[in-house]
């Protein structure tokens, strides 16, 4: 606030200096000061940023923190949601049933129905149910109002919550039966029976009350069926138009609170039931005439279906119905959940299927009990039961094994291949020693008589590529022993040791000899005495090689041989080969000197296998002369014995895995369908009797369960199931034999091969072939005979159902009237 300085003329300096013209120029010491004043701002500056990144850091940490307490919180009111659905769910149900009980006493006293208000969420369904229930009671009979009067419930709770309480604990088809009849679903389906029950769905027959017709009503207890059953409404509902596919009248929605959809009911019986009736001799066997009937219906179908660009995936027995004769399309497709697009064709329900998860395994299911299995009891086929109607096994999204063509197997394997695990050391298991060993590392010490057997600890895995190889070498041998030149000196061989793993996949067992003999008998033995051993049977061996020139072929008993020569020595290899085909070779430094010809099934080398070495002698008095063995690995290659063998084979199972892994080669298209129908049609023509797994599809199915019980390691390291499938590439068609008709016959063979490229390619062509060779669409007098007979059997059938109908019969005692007379 201080007046300016002013010069004794009263003038400022500065105005003083811009009236004389004199620029003002800063002083020297200003010029001096100028360069400091930089550097203090340049520091200046760098604070500041170091100030703005460190509140930038904590901004940041302070976004994060309420990122994560915003999910948080999400995640609780979506829980908190969930509650309160639920319980909307149970009040919308408690109330629906108040007011229909309400509404039921006042008609009963005959009052009018007033409805009282609901609350908005669940107001427009009680009204109207209310009123529908109310004004349909009031427009029938007497005797039709009390046989409505048991089912006064409406609505999707109680549905609902029986469907849940299903899911949770799983009961009976008659229990869930009992549970839902009476049930209305939506104020319009009451369900009358449950049909079936299936892993994720419910059928089961209602009445339609609002079109009075019977539907089937296709619901699903677990909601990760939603998008399922989506799917196969949007491909049915795409082929109405085919008169071989059942119509859809209803769909709630894949993501609703219960989804379900409504079908056609259908009349007849699906081709199991008849399968299962001509098996065990309840219906005479299937006709010649009529298995062409069927095949045609089920070809021309399959056939439209695949002009509208979808492909079943899915045939079998149990999905195929027949419908009685002279009804329109004698042959109907069911089941379309495994249904797929092809030919650039995109259907809307494919975009709801849900992915499965990167750890998840393939299931197994069988058909009768639907009931999954664990892939163990798959591996061991031995005294299995032929499956009637028709084999079953299941594979969970992928379909019928039986019926699978050979890239839909690709296409599990692809599926659900994982990286591989690193193969467990070998070593013996200290668990089964007896009492007469001893183990030391790799070293099994026989100190003395008796009981001196030891196993290997974990199976024998990837040895070899012509199946399980198992290899010991001699350490120490007793040389003033009195020995047999013929006698091995010890027993070596492969146990299966199904039923006797304890807890952690150790023998376990109370008796260290009662193990031994629960080994013994579930073992392929090499014994000392120059014989062979099958699960506790003695098999005498030659102790000389059979001839060459094939002078000596017979049966597998004189192919037999184990010629020992002088015995074995220190550091000799002792190698025991089961090769996938079932024989037993038995080499001593590579050199073959014993073979057993199908000693073994094809599916039991599959199965987990443990060495197994113990000791030998023909009598009590008698000492061992080999005292200790070496666990060793394979040192001929990679490969074991028979180095040039090992490797072709090596060589055809890599091509294998890598056509495996082709992308063509897992491409699904109409020729899946045609293998499928070919096995069903084949089953037609012999007439609907039992059909056994064949031997190859049982190596497959135990080689598959293997591998997932492995947890589905890379295939290019697994020899057995790329074996199985070699197999099964060559494997011949012998249920084709019981075939009468040599014509018949070859078609089938034609729609029964294993190459994509080899096999028929459209259903119109098979069914063209087919009918040519059956001579179906020619008018023989065969075959005017036989519709003749069918339409005589419709027009009784319409004439009696006419007389019930007037005497006032109901439908089920007249249809027990007409099975006596028939």
């Known amino acids: 606030n201080a007046p300016p300085l002013t010069s004794s003329a009263g003038v400022s300096p500065v105005a003083t200096s811009a009236e004389t013209g004199l620029s003002a120029r800063p002083s020297p010491t200003c010029r001096q ?93 009680v009204d109207v149910g209310s009123l529908t229930t109310a004004r349909r009671r009031r427009d029938a009979s007497p005797q039709q109002k009390v046989s409505q009067r048991p089912q006064p419930i409406q609505g999707i709770g109680p549905v609902c919550r029986v469907l849940r309480q299903f899911a949770d604990a799983p009961c009976s088809l008659k229990k869930l039966s009992e549970s839902l009849a009476g049930l209305v679903l939506e ?34 207890h677990d909601l990760r069926g939603g998008p399922a059953i989506a799917n196969e409404a949007c491909i049915m509902s795409v082929l109405a138009q085919v008169p071989h596919v059942p119509d859809v009248y209803h769909f709630s929605g894949a993501f609703s609170v219960l989804p379900f959809s409504v079908m056609e009911l259908l009349q007849g019986e699906t081709l199991a039931t008849r399968l299962q009736a001509v098996q065990e001799g309840g219906a005479a066997a299937i006709g ?84 999954e299995i664990a892939p163990s009891k798959l591996v061991n086929i031995e005294n299995a039961p032929v499956e009637r109607p028709f084999p079953g096994l299941i594979i969970k999204g992928y379909g019928a094994l039986y019926y699978m063509a050979i890239e839909q197997l690709y296409l599990v394997i692809n599926d659900f291949e994982q990286e591989s695990q690193v193969y467990p050391t070998l070593q013996w298991s200290p668990s089964s020693v007896g009492p007469s060993a001893k183990i030391e590392n790799y070293i099994a010490h026989w100190w003395q008589k008796g009981n001196g057997l030891v196993t290997t600890q974990h199976p024998i895995i990837g040895s070899s590529p012509l199946g399980r190889l198992f290899q010991i070498e001699v350490n120490k041998v007793l040389s003033m022993v009195k020995r047999s030149p013929k006698d091995l000196g010890l027993r070596i061989g492969l146990a299966a040791a199904k039923g006797l793993l304890g807890a952690g996949g150790h023998f376990w067992h109370e008796n260290k000899d009662e193990l031994r003999d629960a080994l013994l008998a579930r073992a392929w033995v090499v014994g000392g005495d120059c014989a062979f051993y099958a699960k506790g049977r003695r098999l005498a061996a030659a102790a000389v090689r059979p001839p060459e020139d094939g002078s000596n072929a017979g049966d597998d008993a004189s192919q037999r041989y184990l010629c020992v020569g002088g015995g074995l020595k220190m550091n000799d290899r002792l190698q025991v080969l089961a090769e996938w085909s079932g024989d037993i070779s038995v080499f001593v430094n590579s050199v073959q000197i014993g073979l057993w010809p199908k000693a073994m099934e094809p599916w039991e080398v599959v199965q987990p296998l443990y060495g197994l070495v113990d000791l030998h002698t023909h009598e009590k008095t008698e000492e061992p002369h080999i005292r200790s063995v070496i666990l060793s690995a394979p040192s001929e290659g990679r490969h074991g014995p028979k180095g040039l063998v090992a490797e072709r084979m090596m060589n055809e199972l890599l091509s294998i895995s890598r056509l495996v892994h082709m992308p063509a080669a897992t491409a699904l298209g109409p020729s899946c369908d045609v293998f499928a129908c070919a096995r069903i049609i084949a089953q037609l023509f012999r007439g609907g009797r039992e059909v056994a797994l064949p031997p190859a599809l049982q190596q497959v199915q135990a080689a598959l369960a293997q591998w997932v019980s492995e947890r589905c390691p890379l295939a290019e390291n697994r020899y057995y199931l790329l074996a199985s499938i070699r197999q099964l590439q060559v494997a011949q068609e012998a249920d084709l034999a019981e075939v009468g008709s040599q014509a018949v016959r070859c078609v089938l063979a034609r729609g029964l091969k294993t190459s994509r490229y080899s096999r028929l390619d459209s259903c119109w062509e098979f069914a063209r072939m087919l009918n040519e060779a059956t001579g179906w669409l020619e008018m023989t007098p065969d075959f005017l005979r036989s519709h003749v007979a069918v339409a005589e059997q419709v027009e009784r059938r319409s004439h009696i159902e006419t007389w019930y109908a007037k005497n006032g019969l109901g439908q089920g005692e007249a249809q027990q009237q007409q099975q006596q007379q028939q």
């Open 187 to 220: 104020d319009r389906f009451r369900i009358s029976a449950v049909l079936s029950i299936s892993e994720k769905t419910v059928k089961a027959r209602c009445q339609d009350l609002f079109l009075d017709r019977p539907v089937i009503v296709k619901l699903v």
């Open 288 to 371: 010649f005439l009529e298995a062409a009937e069927l095949a045609d219906g089920l070809l021309q179908g399959v056939d439209q279906c695949h002009q509208q660009g979808a492909l079943n995936l899915g045939l079998r027995p149990d999905t195929v119905w027949i419908s009685p004769p002279l009804s329109g399309a004698r042959v109907r497709l069911l089941d379309w959940e495994l249904a797929r697009s092809f030919g650039g064709r995109r259907f809307l329900g494919e975009l709801g299927r849900t992915s499965r998860r990167v750890d998840d395994l393939p299931k197994f299911f069988r058909r009768k009990y639907d009931e």
């Open 33 to 125: 000061a100028t360069p400091v004043a930089g550097a203090q701002q340049s520091q200046q500056d760098a604070a500041d940023n170091t100030a703005l990144e460190s509140r930038c850091h904590e901004l940041e940490k302070r976004l994060a923190e309420l990122e994560t307490q915003r999910s948080q919180e999400a995640a609780n009111f979506q829980a908190r949601m969930l509650a309160l659905q639920e319980e909307n769910l149970g009040l919308q149900a408690k109330f629906e049933e108040l007011s229909a009980q309400a509404a039921l006493a006042q008609i009963d006293e005959g009052q009018p129905v007033r409805p009282k208000a609901a609350p908005a969420s669940v107001r427009a369904s």
